[in-house]
């Protein structure tokens, strides 16, 4: 979460944000059907017709709203990808625990900070942790109304799993913060408990042998299925924090970044939101 004195142009400062995974526990079932893929034979993606945002566009979440001179809280999270519903809505993908529904979504930018005045793009229609009937997966749907000047840290094909027989062996996130890091899978997806501030949750996601931090949540999570770059999950949170100071290319780190299945979203997404164009 960040911080800012509301002025003409926000002064950088940033409190330490942690996700976390632990191991499953004994006997725990997932209560949604986010192993399904290892049961669908096939490999098949989709590229949204319509796109209103690049997969890693960089986003700010808030209740709140900005006031000249007063503190503006937010959360610095990335985009994984976006699409149009049948009924010609603009949706984006994102972290689950970066907003709640009702949190308006402002363009963020390449240093993270946050300019005064600036108008909303969109609002956050749909967040699975905060639903009543939620289904254990770190994402949030986000509905586009605005368009402004989108900080994008590097490009990604725009094809999305809808099915897989396995997941890639190795796959790159490409976030707001550390730009594109790539690294081996390590773990199919399994439930485990996220912690970020004061919200613990259970969650259903694989994890991979890359380095990820703060604002990168919500990122695309991509490799090559059938030999095409595919995003296959979401950013969802870190066993270990990245050192303050430090940077993905300055240290060696055993973090593993865990993910939310592409492929449970896009069945979240027809269930809470409707068809897709």
């Not at 632990?22 to 490999?43: D, M």
């Not at 994008?152 to 594109?180: F, I, Y």
């Amino acid at each position: 979460m960040r911080t800012r004195i509301v002025t003409s142009v926000f002064v950088a400062c940033m409190a330490a944000l942690l996700v976390a995974c632990s191991p499953v526990r004994g006997g725990e079932e997932p209560s949604f059907s986010a192993l399904s893929y290892k049961n669908l034979i096939p490999n098949e993606s989709y590229s949204p017709t319509a796109a209103p945002l690049a997969p890693g566009t960089a986003l700010d979440l808030s209740g709140d709203e900005p006031r000249a001179g007063a503190y503006f809280n937010y959360q610095s999270c990335t985009a994984a990808w976006s699409f149009t519903l049948a009924d010609a809505r603009s949706i984006a993908v994102t972290a689950s625990h970066c907003g709640k529904p009702g949190d308006k979504v402002w363009a963020g930018t390449a240093d993270g900070d946050f300019s005064y005045p600036a108008e909303p793009i969109g609002e956050v229609i749909y967040s699975d942790f905060y639903a009543e009937d939620s289904h254990d997966l770190d994402v949030a749907f986000i509905e586009i109304t605005g368009s402004a000047d989108f900080y994008v840290p590097g490009q990604v094909n725009n094809s999305v799993a809808t099915s897989l027989a396995h997941l890639p062996p190795e796959v790159c996130k490409l976030g707001r913060v550390t730009d594109k890091t790539c690294g081996a899978l390590s773990h199919d997806a399994e439930m485990a408990q996220l912690n970020s501030q004061d919200l613990q949750r259970d969650s259903l996601a694989a994890r991979a042998r890359v380095c990820s931090t703060n604002g990168d949540s919500g990122g695309p999570v991509y490799g090559q299925v059938e030999g095409k770059e595919t995003i296959v999950g979401v950013v969802s949170g870190t066993t270990q924090r990245l050192e303050e100071g430090l940077t993905c290319e300055t240290t060696q780190t055993e973090m593993e970044l865990s993910f939310t299945l592409a492929t449970d979203i896009q069945l979240l997404a027809k269930e809470v939101l409707g068809p897709m164009a």
